[in-house]
């Protein structure tokens, strides 16, 4: 939607019966958007928000809680590292938790508060919004300016700023496609591949390279289109809303009949001497102002990403008329129909139920989880030998993965039989770094006599020092006497 068209046209475009997206000409061609920035008191509260967003962003990675970063997600080893804790292949059940938890939260989030996640938090608006547009209009000019210039031929001009901005652009993307590749391989890693020839990690490289132009590709050319045509999450809106979440809406029993017109007109309405109209003087601005292009007063629409822009543009307006704010404000559709709020009802009740089942179910196992996650098995061959002096041995495998942020030594001894004991293959005691796993192999030798009927429950006691033990029970195997 270019924001140089009449506000009619708008209004007849948008309302045209082959119009698809807001975005697309009836050809099917990109319709660029000129969105103009609409400075108000949601536009400040959210442009402290994307601040603290895009420094938790960044600093994350390189904040250390126990020696780790706040957030690290190693894929190639499957630990993923959250605010101290880190998860290994073992924990699959917590981390199903926690995603099933994620998503819950965004369902609840949505359903109270309809979509203050794309308006306030998703990166996609958050980086657009306050870094990558501001430094458009900073080198290209006004949104005028730029939609003639864009529509004009190629000059000299035209080619300097473009250049300057898609270059400004390019180091923006580099460095947060480093940020990003942190989170995934730590800022250690990252900060000495920096310093190393890429053919040395070339499989790193390509994938930093490839995400910077994802980020170029997004953020330079595909911009709104990736809330109104790609994200599932805008698809999934009519499920997750009802008339009673929080939206951004005109109000029509305000607003309407709309008519332009300017103070003098507005001024004998105000005295009586001509038929009032709605509040709305139909002038356009929540429409210039919206990133996605569409206009706010034909009803919730899917591409409305809830960025308030048009709350803040029409609050100008009223303000100049004499009207009171609020003409377009967060609301709810039943609101607006003139029913009460209603924040607690079915949907949210079973949803909130179902998230708080699902944080207790993980407060819990993250309480009751152990410091070192023991497997005991069998090795391969056969189950026991005989000793010459009548002992039974069975070899056993034990895996050991130290979950603590400490460095730790175990060794292991048999609680019961009592007259059993551990023999190492190999030294021990064995030392474990943070987060470190390691298999060994252990012969545990005990009287025949011990094993009555060929076999004994017996219990394994891992001591990893000051007083700190584990115990595992595995059943030992002898002869059938
Ligand atoms: S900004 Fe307000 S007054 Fe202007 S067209 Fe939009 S709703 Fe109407
Ligand atoms: S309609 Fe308003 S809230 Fe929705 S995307 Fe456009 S400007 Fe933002």
Redesign the pocket.
Known sequence: MSESARPGELVEILESPEEVLSTLTVEGKRRWIY?IRSKGRFDRRRLIVAWVLIALFVGLPLIKINGKPAILLHLATREFTFFGTTFYPTDTFLLLLILVGSVFSIIVLTALLGRVWC?WGCPQTVYLEYVFRPIERWIEGPEHVRKRRNEGPWTFEKVWRKSARFGIYLAISLGLAHVFLAYFVGWDDLSSWLTRSPLEHTGSFFTMAFTTGLILFDFGYFREQMCTITCPYARMQSVLLDRDSLI?SYDPSRGEPRAKRGKKKLALEAAGEIPARGDCIDCAA?VR????????RDGL?M?????????D?CDVIMDNIGKPRGL?RYTSENEIAGKPARNVRPRTVIYVSILAVIVVALATLLATRSSFDINVGRVTGAPFVELPDGKIANRLRLRVRNQTGERVAYTVVVEDPAGAEVQFVGVSPIELEPGEMKRSEVFVVLPASDLPNGRRETTLRFDFGEGVSETARYTLLGPQR
């Not at 102002?289 to 706010?296: A, E, K, N, S, V």
């Not at 591409?303 to 709350?311: G, K, P, S, W």
């Open positions: 969105p308006g951004v929540c102002t919206c990133p996605t292009g569409i206009d706010i629409q591409e409305c990403i809830a960025c308030t822009q048009c709350i543009a377009i």
